[in-house]
């Protein structure tokens, strides 16, 4: 009899791992990162691989890092309402673009998907081996970064974005921190 | 009035599965006719009420019924009228109201097409069918209720964008049909395990609802596929996305179940196993449901989720499952069988033919709740994404398709490798020159994968061609099922074909293009003779137009649009597609760039990607045949004679 007894008791580990799953919340991760200092990184930009980028450029400005890259699904998803969240509320939001290597030609898949979808970002940073990914802690794409005028992480979002979580969450961290002194 | 009329009969409906559920099986221990006999009416007034309940909701949403909380978040009065209708499945109350009418349908169709079916058995197979839906209309009443009244509202918020299509109108319903559909033959399994006794007359009552599920399922995901292709806007047509993968997994373990019902009722063996199938395919098609209702994972195709109702659906499962799984390791062990067979046999490769599909199965659960593994292991979240699916699907997919050749070939109990070749030998010379030969024709390079692909397409083509030819029949007098194996195969080669040489052969170029200018790709030369501003009855849009010639003879003038849709305000790109059997040609609009009218266009050439969904088509098509075997009726026609005999003897006694 014991050998007909293996589905059910596969089935009962997956029952559990299923609630534990109903508990989680499949787009926050708390981040060892919160409250310290961005990690420091210098990287090319998209459309201007001479010039570098670091954090240290965005400080006194409360600022967003949006990881996204263009073999990402949910990234277009979460494209829209990044590109409302920046036409209305004025947020700085840096693009991380992370490990784009879809094509031979590198780069070139993370242009045509901004051609496609638009291009809301102030500036972006390419991280094509993702070493600064790793640094920020970066899980999986899309991930968001909130970051003070002293250059501090104060909130990170993992996954795509929502108009909710914006209203609810971003906004008003962000006017928050934005009346904080740099 | 109406809605609450609507909610009125969805509780009755609610008490009606209760007896259901209960009286008849009730009727079943204690040989009860009459309690038994209460199964049939039960069913038809189930579907009554369901049906009333279903076309109050659907009324609410033609009348525009925005005191209705549901309609006042899923439609709008500017909706054209089809889409009001769509949207009533447009979002989760309405979607799960739809299942618990298709599933008062099924149970419907059940009641009334088995009549060959011995009294006790379609009881307990019409009770269980009933328990099922007591589950779904409480979830629907207690947690997900769509006629709940909100104070009168101006207008609503409108259908989804994405959903305002033609093939998301139907492809819900066709793949909700599938995933219940699989309840029926879940139910046969419950009700043979009740009974303890499962004999080859189950396997054949449970073949044709088998098929039927199967192909709607087949039909539906291919829709999803096709709504994705033209309607996401980048011209991708699987994305191993959670949504998706919980309607592939049913399938494979459904593909599993016809093979293994075959086994079952021709030398009644495997009956633990088949059984084990049957509740496996239901319960992936709930499993399913929960991970697309409950907002434990997260896709680009949840559209409406909520981790509360995740809890119901979850408490559902561990009932519906666990007490499923729970009789089968007290009843399974009875279900040994003594027949034998050799190594090399037709069981042995419908063995093979299982094991691969259930791997497949597995190997697609793991990678769609990898992410939720490591996050429960605190490890982090990490997802898999499509390189991990090609890597273990693309080799499985060989190894099946290899099995597929010799498997419809072999015979029963007993056959030899020596006879085979010198059978296989045939297919499998065409099934090269094929596979070399076609790309030489159309293909601009020579590529490995693309031969490989065509090899095992070719090759499960043929060896179906050859095992027909081997019946020596005429194609008119061909028995359904032969019919029905012979499509499925090769539509499933067809389908192999396409997934090959669209992925192999697939051209994409994102351009910048002033008015009048052009560009050529994949011979073709498409001139964007640009954008004009256009007016939808709930959106405005910039429509393009381009014009595409080969050898300055005219092929096609396609018009791509980017929409603005006025409630939701949402950017949608609706791409031009020119279809054809060969290749479809592809131009969506990207961004205007700079003041000359310029605008960046993503054109792609997809050769053979129609053949994708035309062999789900196919193998829809094989699955109808083999469900209406003429055996069947014969059968039950055989039944009904007999006692027709009886009861006139009963008369004359």
């Not at chain 2, 009860?32 to 369901?50: G, I, L, T």
């Not at chain 2, 793949?175 to 009974?195: E, N, R, T």
Request: glycine share 8%.
């Amino acid at each position: 009899m014991s050998r007909y007894l293996i589905p059910l008791v596969v089935f009962l580990a997956l029952v559990v791992l299923l609630w534990k799953g109903l508990s989680l919340n499949p787009r926050e991760i708390p981040s060892p990162l919160v409250g310290k200092p961005a990690p420091a990184f210098s990287l090319p930009q998209l459309y201007k691989e001479d010039e570098k980028i670091s954090p240290e450029d965005m400080k006194g400005k409360v600022w967003v890092l949006n990881v996204w890259a263009s073999w990402c699904v949910s990234c277009r998803a979460e494209h829209k309402v990044v590109t409302n969240f920046v036409k209305k509320d004025g947020v700085d939001v840096l693009g991380l673009n992370y490990k784009d290597y879809g094509t031979e030609e590198y780069g070139d898949a993370a242009k045509r998907w901004l051609v496609q979808f638009g291009n809301p970002y102030s500036k972006i940073a390419v991280d094509a081996d993702g070493r600064t990914g790793i640094n920020w802690g970066v899980y999986g794409v899309p991930e968001s970064f909130v970051v003070d005028k002293k250059g501090i992480i104060r909130y990170k979002f993992t996954g795509p974005l929502n108009q909710k979580n914006i209203d609810e969450k971003l906004v008003p961290l962000i006017t928050q921190l934005r009346a904080e002194e740099g | 009035m109406i809605p609450e009329l609507g909610q009125m009969s969805l509780i009755i409906a609610l008490a009606i599965s209760v007896m259901l559920g209960l009286i008849p099986l009730y009727g079943t221990f204690r040989g009860n006719s009459s309690y038994m006999a209460f199964a049939r009416p039960a069913s038809y007034a189930q579907w009554v009420f369901m049906a009333f309940s279903f076309g109050c909701l659907v009324y609410a949403f033609v009348t525009d019924d925005f005191s209705v909380r549901y309609v006042a978040t899923t439609s709008n009065s500017a909706l054209p009228l089809l889409f009001k209708v769509s949207a009533v499945w447009g979002a989760h109350e309405g979607s799960l109201l739809l299942w618990g009418f298709i599933l008062s349908t099924w149970t419907l169709a059940v009641a009334l097409f088995s009549r060959s079916i011995p009294a006790v058995m379609l009881s307990r197979v019409l009770s269980v069918l009933g328990l099922i839906a007591v589950g779904f209309f409480l979830f629907l009443l207690i947690t997900s209720n769509p006629f709940d009244r909100i104070p009168m509202q101006a207008d609503g918020r409108d259908l989804n964008p994405l959903l305002q299509d033609v093939g998301l109108a139907i492809h819900p319903p066709m793949l909700y049909m599938g995933y219940v559909g699989f309840s029926v033959a879940y139910a046969f399994a419950v009700a043979a395990m009740i009974g303890g006794k499962l004999d080859v007359a189950w396997a054949r009552w449970a073949r044709p609802w088998t098929n039927i599920a199967w192909v709607f399922l087949t039909i539906g995901i291919a829709l999803g596929s096709w709504w994705a292709y033209y309607e996401l806007g980048w011209g991708g047509w699987w994305f191993w996305d959670p949504v998706e993968n919980a309607s592939l997994m049913p399938w494979l373990v459904g593909t599993a179940l016809m093979h293994s019902l075959v086994i079952t009722e021709k030398r009644g063996m495997f009956k633990a196993w088949t059984v084990l199938l049957a509740v496996g395919a239901f319960s992936l098609s709930l499993l399913g449901t929960f991970l697309v209702r409950s907002g434990v994972l997260t896709s680009v195709h949840s559209f409406a989720s909520d981790p509360e109702r995740g809890l119901f659906i979850l408490v559902f499962l561990l009932l519906v499952i666990g007490i499923s799984l729970v009789l089968f390791s007290i009843r399974a062990p009875k279900f040994a069988s003594n027949a034998t067979f050799e190594l090399v046999s037709r069981e042995s490769g419908l063995l093979a033919n299982n094991i691969i599909l259930v791997v497949m199965a597995c190997a697609v659960l793991l990678g769609t709740l990898f992410p939720l593994i490591t996050d429960a292991l605190a490890i982090g979240k990490i997802s898999v994404g499509p390189p991990y699916f090609n890597f273990i699907m693309v080799p499985l997919g060989v190894v099946l398709a290899i099995v597929m050749g010799f498997g419809l070939l072999m015979r029963w109990k007993k056959d030899s490798f020596s006879r085979l070749w010198g059978i296989v030998w045939l297919p499998l010379i065409f099934a090269l020159v094929a596979a070399i030969i076609l790309p030489l024709v159309f293909a601009p390079e020579f590529s490995g994968l693309s031969l490989m692909g065509l090899l095992i397409s070719s090759w499960i083509a043929f060896t179906a061609l050859m095992w027909v030819i081997k019946q020596k029949r005429s194609p008119f007098k061909l028995s359904g099922t032969s019919w029905g194996a012979l499509l499925g195969h090769i539509g499933l080669a067809v389908s192999f074909t396409g997934i090959t040489l669209v992925s192999v052969y697939n051209v994409e170029k994102d351009v910048r293009l002033a008015p009048n200018e052009s560009y050529e790709l994949g011979g073709y030369q498409f001139t964007f003779l640009g954008v004009k501003d256009s007016q939808g009855p709930n959106y405005t849009a910039y429509r393009g137009t381009i014009d595409i010639t080969r050898d300055k003879a005219s092929v096609a003038v396609l018009n791509p649009e980017k929409r603005t849709y006025r409630i939701q305000t949402m950017p949608m790109t609706e791409a031009g597609i020119d279809a054809g059997i060969f290749r479809d040609l592809f131009v969506a609009l990207g961004e205007p760039l700079g003041s000359n009218g310029a605008w960046s266009l993503r054109v792609q050439y997809k050769p053979f990607v129609r053949w994708v969904w035309l062999g789900a088509i196919l193998m829809g098509l094989g699955g109808l045949f083999a469900a209406f075997d003429k055996r069947y009726r014969r059968l039950s026609k055989k039944a009904q004679t007999t006692s027709q005999k009886t009861s006139n003897k009963e008369v004359y006694a």
